[in-house]
């Protein structure tokens, strides 16, 4: 189940969740059928896209972005449900809890909340000289809200100027944007969601080369797109994780018996293009610690 739109060939991440589905026998086609609902970033078709799928009795949903996850709850409470990439399922009501989710829910997390105050640090490291920093995230993901409040919160305690942008729609977006042309701050962090602001990285990631806006973020595809850094669990590594998770549920393990995985890997990605584009010199630091590097 997609909230964003689907793409082919498939995204990094995808791709890594086929590739861990193959590697336990499940071969799309073959040995089992994948049936694919997009709802391209729209979230009010979501709960009829749930209810299409249940009619086709299906078997597992796997889902990724908050609202889906909570949209796939709310539709049933039998079919299990494994979440892909799911920042805080408890804070978001999606599980009681990691060790025991007791419900028909399970999968890969992570808590991008806790890193937020990590990625400031790095875009200040890279970026010594700002004094304001925007902070962009969408109002109607409770994941992203509670990343934004960390950043905001972590630039007033380096003492940098906060300017909160939150959205809550496409159009909502394209304002919040144009805005910064306006505010002219030093730089720009984006809460991660993967789907109001993951639908539209590219066009924020070629916004801030445009507005020479240096960029961090909690989402690699976005310093993919264009933007300047990330610090984030790599997604591609707990995609694939969570092909185990439905391999198991499709043998018949339950949902509740299955705790909650927490992603251990955290990746900072540096794009060097980006950085001469805005005539910022990586500090060695950085470049020395980066698990990968965008050239």
Not at 140 to 156: D, G, H, P, T
Not at 252 to 267: N, Q, R, W
Request: aromatic fraction near 4%.
């Amino acid at each position: 189940m997609l909230l964003g739109p689907r793409v082919d060939p498939p995204s990094r991440e995808r791709q890594a969740f086929l590739d861990g589905l193959r590697e336990l026998g499940y071969v799309p086609g073959r040995t089992v059928e994948i049936v694919y609902r997009s709802a391209e970033g729209e979230e009010v078709f979501l709960d009829e896209m749930y209810q299409d799928l249940l009619r086709q009795e299906i078997d597992l949903i796997v889902t990724s972005t908050t609202i889906s996850v909570l949209a796939a709850k709310k539709a049933t409470a039998t079919i299990p449900v494994v979440m892909l990439a799911q920042g805080d399922p408890v804070g978001v009501g999606a599980v009681r809890s990691l060790a025991r989710p007791e419900a028909n829910l399970t999968g890969v997390s992570f808590l991008s909340s806790e890193l937020a105050g990590k990625r400031v640090e790095l875009l200040l490291e890279c970026v010594p000289a700002a004094k304001r920093i925007a902070v962009l995230w969408n109002e109607r993901n409770r994941n992203s809200v509670v990343e934004s409040q960390a950043a905001l919160e972590a630039i007033r305690e380096r003492r940098a100027r906060p300017e909160a942008l939150g959205v809550a729609s496409p159009r909502g977006l394209e304002d919040a944007l144009a805005r910064l042309g306006r505010l002219r701050p030093d730089a720009l962090y984006v809460a991660f969601e993967g789907a109001l602001i993951g639908s539209h990285s590219a066009l924020i990631a070629q916004t801030g080369l445009q507005q020479r806006l240096p960029l961090i973020s909690g989402w690699s595809p976005l310093t993919e797109a264009g933007g300047l850094l990330s610090y984030a669990p790599d997604l591609a590594s707990m995609f694939y994780r969570a092909a185990s998770y439905a391999s198991r549920l499709l043998q018949g393990a339950k949902p509740s018996e299955l705790p909650v995985e927490l992603a251990t890997k955290i990746d900072l990605v540096v794009n060097l293009k980006t950085a001469r584009a805005l005539g910022i010199s990586v500090p060695r630091s950085i470049a020395l610690r980066a698990d990968r590097i965008l050239e």
